[in-house]
Nanobody, 127 residues
Framework: QVQLVESGGGSVQTGDSLRLSCAAS????????MGWFRRTPGKQREWVAA????????YYTNSVKGRFTISRDIAKRTLTLQMNSLQPEDTAMYYC????????????????????WGQGTQVTVSA
């Protein structure tokens, strides 16, 4: 059974930085990919970034390119999202997600290709 637990959220001001972490247990060490999504109340879940677990290939949505960096530590089974130059538009609940082991149909930006989700960590950016 795979479990994901996010941490690192908080309240910051425009231009500040935060580092989100996701601790994974179970089969995530062999998952095809992991990613970060965010959701604001009343809005659809939005994909933020994803990473291919084994080789570290990273993918980003356009709005965070150049500001966010996704990474993973295979040994520690952790996923990280370094967020710099935060803007009010980044305010959301951030969720960590992972595919099943060996999922060959993984699409980084599609939530339906992820099988496991954390409970979320809140990020609030004030102007």
């Amino acid at each position: 059974q795979v479990q994901l637990v996010e941490s690192g959220g908080g309240s910051v001001q425009t231009g500040d930085s935060l580092r989100l972490s996701c601790a994974a247990s179970g089969d995530t060490f062999s998952s095809s990919g992991m990613g970060w999504f965010r959701r604001t109340p009343g809005k659809q879940r939005e994909w933020v970034a994803a990473i291919r677990w084994l080789d570290g290939t990273a993918y980003y949505t356009n709005s965070v390119k150049g500001r966010f960096t996704i990474s993973r530590d295979i040994a520690k089974r952790t996923l990280t999202l370094q967020m710099n130059s935060l803007q009010p538009e980044d305010t959301a609940m951030y969720y960590c997600a992972a595919t099943t082991r060996g999922d060959m149909n993984w699409v980084p930006a599609l939530s339906l290709t992820y099988s496991y989700w954390g409970q979320g960590t809140q990020v609030t950016v004030s102007a």
